[in-house]
């Protein structure tokens, strides 16, 4: 056992769909975040947990940085640079599939005068659309120096090199969790990202940023199982169609998903009884927004 024990607050960083959720689940063992082929699936600042010998490390996954002025966008676009500003170090997720473009210089920019603490995943080195050269000689230009691993989060390639190294660079500190736990996510919580999930995976560009879900009320049954109470809530009556299908058919799907990969998360069975509402702009209202995005 070492003499010293390390921890450190990891912020997780990049572009929309860069694959931080995927590269946090990796590294932690277990479904952290949710992941989907929708740009901005993260809303919140979701912390995941590797504990090792001798260190922790606390992965903060934030919302992809995305430049834009609408009052969503500026909100997470807030708790991704608050993240960097308050980690301990900072873990820089570039995407090689995607030429960098102005996103990507944008988010750079923000990263640099962090360079420091900064470690960088050039991800999806597996992908036949991968260009790692374009994206080690951008890092090269704009971050000179930058400690990068090359990396696939998805099939876990040179996933334990980037550990290793950030486990080495954290500073002396306790573990703040117990050894086995790999987030700190309250399971009300938990439960409404993995529905959210499945209606970005179902719905994709037709309904996913215009839906929420609300949490009502949980109870446990004498059996042991958890009864969850929620609803989907969207802007327009045409989305409230999508969601609820026909006859009733894709709110099935997604309950029904939904509780099948709960049952992975939890150690006692889910049950979950989802409706939806509408309630026209929604993502305008301050309120709502200060309770969806902390």
Not at 16 to 23: E, R
Not at 205 to 229: C, F, I, Q, R, W
Request: proline share 5%; aromatic share 6%; with cysteine.
């Amino acid at each position: 056992m070492p003499d010293v024990h390390k921890s450190a607050f990891v912020a997780v960083v990049g572009r929309p769909s860069a694959g931080k959720s995927t590269l946090v689940n990796t590294i932690c063992g277990q479904k952290v975040a949710i992941v989907s082929p929708v740009p901005q699936t993260t809303r919140n600042a979701v912390r995941g947990i590797k504990t090792g010998e001798g260190y922790q490390l606390v992965f903060v996954d934030t919302p992809g940085l995305h430049d834009s002025e609408k009052t969503m966008n500026k909100r997470l676009r807030d708790i991704a640079v608050h993240a960097l500003q308050d980690a301990d170090l900072v873990l820089y997720v570039i995407d090689t599939t995607r030429a960098p473009g102005p996103e990507e210089e944008s988010i750079i920019a923000r990263v640099a005068p962090f360079s420091g603490k900064t470690f960088v995943a050039v991800n999806k080195i597996d992908a036949r659309e991968s260009d790692i050269a374009r994206a080690r000689l951008f890092l090269a230009e704009r971050m000179p120096g930058a400690r990068t691993y090359d990396l696939s989060a998805e099939k876990g390639t040179g996933v334990e090199a980037l550990v290793s190294a950030l486990a080495a660079a954290a500073p002396s500190g306790p573990a703040y969790y117990p050894s086995d736990y790999y987030t700190d996510q309250e399971p009300v919580f938990r439960i409404a990202e993995t529905i959210r999930e499945k209606v970005f995976l179902h719905t994709r560009n037709e309904v996913p940023h215009a839906v929420y879900v609300e949490y009502k009320s949980h109870h446990m049954l004498d059996d042991g199982t958890l009864v969850y109470e929620g609803e989907l809530v969207v802007e327009r009556e045409t989305q409230k169609g999508i969601l609820i299908g026909a006859g009733g058919s894709m709110i099935k799907l997604i309950r029904e998903e939904a509780e099948r990969d709960l049952a992975d998360i939890f150690d006692y069975a889910v049950r979950l009884s989802i409706k939806v509402r509408v309630q026209p702009d929604w993502k305008k209202d301050d309120r709502i927004l200060k309770k969806l995005l902390q």
